[in-house]
């Protein structure tokens, strides 16, 4: 009996070590793949695998690197459940044979804003397209064209983008949670939609049904509208109605009129923020917005719409005679210096928040007058590392931070 005993232990280890290997490596293949399909994009590192018995796919500290932007995308923790260990292996062995039901739940994530979050050649490739008119321009200065950016944000105290993500398929359809601290979220519910993958491709093939999109703010509207009526030096009420009219201009430019309803929506949404339930149609076009004819009333106000739990009616389009907008030539001065993304200097940082500039440009100067410039390597509670460029190779200064007077980054930042 002993003996049976102990063979049944020696088999079930051999076989979680096996199921523990396998579930590793085919992980890894399939992570390997997407850093392969991505790499055009940004690059994805995947962190650490691991697993659990019950059909559970962990990556602990994984990040995803965008190409367009000077920030990574952190993913503290990233848990795929397939159900059980069977749904696991096969999920990871063909990716195109996921399991009716399966759940993906990204934790710890975090974003920390650059004032200058798109590279230089994202935002001159930008400035030079000749796109159509942007729907949703949110101005915070007397220039129109001077829209809200992440240095904006920063300047709001809001320093960084974090919270959570959740993605549950079931056969029913489709649900997905984006929750973030003190910037709102979001919470689609798709009924008879699935995820499929083929061809390295991630499809969302959906049924008849429209999906239902919830949006709630966390008061972040009500920040953003007094902080740019602020910048452009006029009252949040004409602040709102100018981001109204560059809404309305830039449906015309389309051919399309909004309803005094739509109207009245934005304008309420930009001063008040709150929640917003939208019903829409992937697939159909402007995603199943009603488009009535020139003039003429809706015979279905068919676009579910609700504010704050109550259904708002008459809100649709209509087509009409495109109008395109004339630019300006000149911009009008700033009430504040604005970040000018191809200009580079010198910029004053606080210490406290001096690990964010990790790897960055850095200038030191210490209690004795002596000033350390080079690239920032590491920083703890008691002293931070500078190396600096010397013949073969780098040498790394450690530097007590009581003994540190001033601390500069080299940057792009608000004009001098």
Not at 88 to 109: D, Q, V
Not at 211 to 234: F, K, S
Request: hydrophobic residues 45%; contains cysteine; proline residues 6%.
């Amino acid at each position: 009996m002993k003996r049976l005993l102990t063979t049944l232990v020696v088999l079930v280890l051999v076989a979680l070590a096996t199921f523990k290997a396998g579930v590793w490596w085919l992980a890894d293949q399939r992570l390997a793949d997407a850093r392969q399909a991505l790499e055009e994009y940004g690059v994805l590192h995947r962190g650490n695998i691991s697993s659990g018995v019950e059909g559970r796919l962990v990556l602990n500290g994984a990040s995803w690197q965008d190409f367009e932007l000077t920030q990574p995308l952190n993913i503290a923790r990233a848990e795929f459940d397939a159900g059980s260990p069977i749904g696991l292996l096969t999920s990871l062995a063909n990716p195109a044979s996921l399991p009716a039901r399966w759940t993906l739940r990204l934790e710890g994530l975090s974003l920390t804003l650059d004032p200058t979050m798109l590279r230089n050649w994202v935002t001159a490739e930008g400035a030079n397209s000749e796109g159509e008119q942007a729907l949703f321009l949110l101005s915070c200065a007397p220039d129109p064209r001077q829209q809200l950016g992440s240095g904006d944000l920063i300047r709001m105290g809001i320093t960084a983008l974090a919270g959570e993500a959740f993605l549950r398929q079931t056969p029913e359809g489709l649900h997905a949670e984006l929750n973030t601290i003190n910037t709102g979220s979001l919470e689609l519910d798709w009924p008879a939609a699935r995820v499929r993958f083929q061809d390295s491709e991630t499809l969302v093939s959906g049924g008849s049904e429209p999906l239902q999109l919830t949006l709630r703010d966390a008061g972040l509207m009500r920040r953003i509208t007094a902080y740019c009526a602020r910048e452009a030096g006029v009252e949040t009420g004409e602040w709102a109605r100018r981001s109204l009219d560059a809404l309305v201009v830039g449906l015309r430019a389309r051919g399309l009129e909004p309803s005094d309803q739509l109207k009245a929506l934005y304008r309420q949404w930009l001063l008040e923020g709150g929640e917003l339930t939208v019903s829409l149609q992937p697939e159909q076009p402007l995603f199943g917005i009603p488009v009535t004819a020139d003039g003429a009333e809706p015979v279905d106000p068919g676009w579910s719409v609700a504010y704050n739990g109550a259904r708002v009616p008459d809100v649709y389009l209509s087509k009409a005679k495109p109008v395109i907008p004339e630019r300006p030539d000149i911009a009008v001065e700033p009430v504040v210096p604005r970040e000018i993304p191809n200009v580079e200097g010198w910029h004053q940082a606080d210490l406290a928040d001096a690990g964010q500039w990790i790897d960055h440009k850095v200038r030191v100067t210490l209690s004795n007058d002596n000033v350390v410039e080079g690239r920032l390597v590491s920083v703890s509670e008691k002293e931070l590392e500078v190396a600096r460029l010397v013949a073969g190779g780098e040498v790394a200064y450690p530097m007590l931070i009581r003994a540190i007077t001033n601390f500069e980054v080299w940057r792009r930042g608000r004009a001098q």
